[in-house]
C-alpha cells in the first residue's frame, strides 16, 4: 500500500503555475493534473430509491475541523474517489479507479438547530427576468433538477450537481431512478409564437422545458461518509443526459486558492426555493478554504444546492477572459468558532484529483484532461 509520502507526491504533482505578481490580470493558473481511470466495474444490486431529498446539507464541522483532520492515505483515496453509476433503467455499478502520475511524455507511470434562510444581513441575492438574460450565457448554464436543486451545464449532455440531491449518502433519493433536468424558456401564449414580446413593460413568464438524464456518477467518498467527516468533500455529481441540450456550457476548472480569485469573490446562480421558478444570481467574498471546500456567506436557500461556483478570469493561451466553474454550492454550516457561533455557506472546491475525476466522466479519454 502507498503511504503518505506517495498521496503527498500526487498533492504536488498538481501544483499550479501562477503568473508574476507583475501580470495585473487575474489569470487563469497551469496545472498538472493527475490522471484517474477505472480499474475494474462490478454490477450492484438495484437501489431502493428510498430516501427523501435534502435540498441542503447542514454540518457542525468548520473550517478549523477539517483542517485539523489527518491527511488521508493514497488507499483512502482512490475508495474515496471510487464511483457508483445508475442507469435510467435502474441498474447500478461501482467503480474502482486508479490514480497515475503521468510524464512529460505522456505515459502512465449535526450542530444546534437554526432556520434555512441562510441569508446574512441585506439580502443581496438577484432575480434574473426576461429571456435576454435567462436564455444567454452564463445565466442559461443554469438548470434546475427534478428533485428540488439546481445543477450547471458543463457539456453538450452532462450537467454538474450536489451529490446530496441524488443520494443521502446511505440511499438514492425518490426520483433518482427517473431524474430529469429543466430547462427555463419562455412561456408563449397562444398564437404568439415567434413573436417578439421583449418589449413588453411586464417580465416575460418561463416555463421549465425538461430532460431524462440517461445515468449519474456519484463519489464513493459521499456515499461511504457523511456531512460530519470526509462525506462533506465529495458532494458532488455528474448527469448525463439523454440527448444534448444545445446551449452554451461553462467549463469546469481547477480551483485556484482564494487569495488568487479576482476579488477574493465567486458567483453563482441557482433556483432557491423562496422564489419559485426564478433564477437567482449572487456573488460574495471567500471567508476561508480548506484543500477540499471554501466558506463563503453568499446569500442562499434551500434550491440553490449544486449551484456551479465560478469565477472569470483571463486565459493566457487563448488570449481572452473566460468563466470556468470551480466548485459547487452544497450547503450550510453551522460552528463553533473559538466558543463564538458561526455560520457559513460551504462550496466544494474541485481539486486537481476531482478535475481528473470528473472530465474523464464527462470526455471518456483521459489526454484530454490534463490542463485543469
Same mark, same amino acid.
Given at each position: 500500500m502507498a503511504g503518505l509520502s506517495t498521496l503527498i507526491l500526487l498533492l504536488?504533482?498538481?501544483?499550479?503555475?501562477?503568473?508574476?505578481?507583475?501580470?495585473?490580470?487575474?489569470?487563469?493558473?497551469?496545472?498538472?493534473?493527475? @490522471?484517474?481511470?477505472?480499474?475494474?466495474?462490478?454490477?450492484?444490486?438495484?437501489?431502493?430509491?428510498?430516501? %427523501?431529498?435534502?435540498? %441542503? @446539507? @447542514?454540518?457542525?464541522?468548520?473550517? %478549523?475541523?477539517?483542517?485539523?483532520?489527518?491527511l488521508p492515505t493514497y488507499k483512502e483515496v482512490k475508495n474515496y474517489l471510487s464511483y457508483e453509476t445508475l442507469y435510467a433503467n435502474g441498474s447500478l455499478t461501482e467503480t474502482e479507479v486508479g490514480i497515475y502520475i503521468l510524464s512529460n511524455s505522456g505515459d502512465a507511470s449535526q450542530g444546534k438547530s437554526r432556520t434555512k434562510r441562510q441569508i446574512y444581513g441585506y439580502d443581496s441575492r438577484f432575480s434574473i427576468f426576461g429571456k435576454d438574460f435567462l436564455l444567454n450565457y452564463p445565466f442559461s448554464t443554469s438548470v434546475k433538477l427534478s428533485t428540488g436543486c439546481t445543477g450547471t451545464l458543463v457539456a453538450e449532455k452532462h450537467v454538474l450537481t450536489a451529490a446530496h440531491c441524488i443520494h443521502d449518502g446511505k440511499s438514492y433519493v425518490k426520483g433518482a431512478q427517473k431524474l430529469r433536468v429543466g430547462f427555463l424558456k419562455p412561456k408563449l401564449k397562444d398564437g404568439s409564437k415567434g413573436a417578439n414580446i421583449t418589449n413588453s413593460a411586464m417580465p416575460e413568464k418561463m416555463k421549465f422545458q425538461w430532460i431524462r438524464v440517461k445515468r449519474t456518477h456519484v463519489p464513493k467518498g459521499w456515499i461511504k461518509g457523511n456531512a460530519n467527516d470526509i462525506g462533506m468533500d465529495y458532494d458532488y455529481a455528474l448527469l448525463e443526459l439523454k440527448k444534448p441540450h444545445k446551449r452554451k456550457f461553462m467549463k469546469i476548472g481547477v480551483s485556484p486558492p482564494a487569495r488568487h480569485l479576482p476579488g477574493g469573490r465567486i458567483h453563482f446562480s441557482g433556483y432557491d426555493n423562496d422564489r419559485p421558478g426564478n433564477l437567482v444570481y449572487r456573488f460574495c467574498d471567500v471567508k476561508d478554504e480548506t484543500y477540499d471546500l471554501l466558506y463563503q456567506q453568499c446569500d442562499a436557500q434551500p434550491g440553490a444546492s449544486g449551484s456551479g461556483v465560478y469565477v472569470r478570469m483571463w486565459k493566457r493561451q487563448n488570449h481572452k477572459w473566460e468563466r470556468k466553474i470551480i466548485g459547487i454550492f452544497s450547503g450550510h454550516q453551522w460552528v463553533d468558532m473559538n466558543g463564538t457561533p458561526q455560520d457559513f455557506n460551504v462550496a466544494v472546491r474541485i481539486t486537481p484529483l476531482k478535475y481528473a475525476q470528473i472530465c474523464y466522466w464527462i470526455k471518456g479519454n483521459y489526454l484530454d484532461c490534463r490542463e485543469g
Open positions: 504536488c504533482a498538481a501544483k499550479d503555475v501562477m503568473p508574476s505578481s507583475s501580470h495585473w490580470k487575474p489569470t487563469w493558473p497551469s496545472y498538472r493534473v493527475p @490522471v484517474i481511470l477505472p480499474r475494474s466495474t462490478l454490477n450492484l444490486d438495484k437501489p431502493q430509491f428510498d430516501a %427523501e431529498a435534502r435540498l %441542503e @446539507v @447542514v454540518s457542525p464541522c468548520g473550517p %478549523e475541523c477539517h483542517k485539523s483532520s489527518p
